[in-house]
């Protein structure tokens, strides 16, 4: 079980420049989340999925966008990289059942670096 | 508003040297507590859930307790393994069960 998976760990982009960033649970969750974590901010909720094929947006959702085409993986899209964006990514799941409180578990993170 | 706070911000310990960390809260009806490990470089990883005001649980040298306004992670006879950043969250209900993060306690035992 590899559980929560990033890709790619680092990358540098120029303002302006786009990208996807990858995640992908093997434990058969139904939610999945992106967060951003920045320094003294905490981690903020950009997007999140309560299934496949359906997004939401989150606390931060400006200059992102997300897909969901299938239940094991959530995408996180830049279409035009800005230095507001330079960050630590994190993808999370969870099982989605229902009960409120439940366990999210986080993938290793994205470093992105935007030039 | 919505808030988890966290204290202190950072905590030096010698090896040994038991000690506290506190998040509290401001929501009305807890769904639950949640406390993550960060390392350094990578992503937090799950350690304990509460869910009513005066549960417990432990995990080697630690033990995380709950109030019905802040939660306690105690760190017994720390070891310079247990260094890490302590994270705390709660979900907040606004249309979706969203976790807030509060923006950690940076821990650092010292040999």
């Known amino acids: 079980n590899a559980g929560v998976t990033q890709t790619p760990k680092f990358r540098v982009l120029k303002t302006g420049q786009s990208m996807t960033l990858l995640c992908a649970q093997d434990m058969n969750h139904e939610y999945m989340y992106w967060y951003r974590q920045d320094p003294g901010m905490g981690l903020r909720l950009i997007h999140y999925s309560v299934g496949e094929g359906t997004t939401a947006k989150g606390e931060v959702p400006d200059g992102y966008n997300v897909s969901r085409l299938k239940k094991q993986n959530f995408l996180l899209g830049l279409e035009s990289a800005a230095p507001s964006q330079t960050s630590v990514y994190f993808c999370a799941s969870s099982n989605g059942q229902g009960a409120l409180g439940e366990t999210q578990y986080f993938g290793p993170g994205t470093r992105l670096l935007v030039l | 508003e919505d808030q988890v706070t966290q204290s202190p911000e950072a905590l030096r310990l010698q090896e040994g040297e038991s000690s506290s960390l506190n998040c509290s809260y401001t929501v009305s009806g807890l769904r639950g507590l949640f406390w993550y490990r960060q390392d350094p470089g990578k992503g937090p990883e799950f350690l304990f859930t509460l869910y009513s005001a005066g549960e417990e649980k432990e995990k080697e040298r630690l033990k995380a307790t709950l109030t019905k306004k802040e939660s306690f992670l105690h760190i017994t006879a720390p070891k310079p393994e247990d260094s890490a950043t302590y994270l705390c969250?709660?979900?907040?209900?606004?249309?979706?069960?969203?976790?807030?993060f509060g923006t950690g306690t940076r821990l650092l035992v010292s040999p």
């Open positions: 969250a709660v979900p907040f209900h606004t249309g979706f069960q969203k976790l807030v």
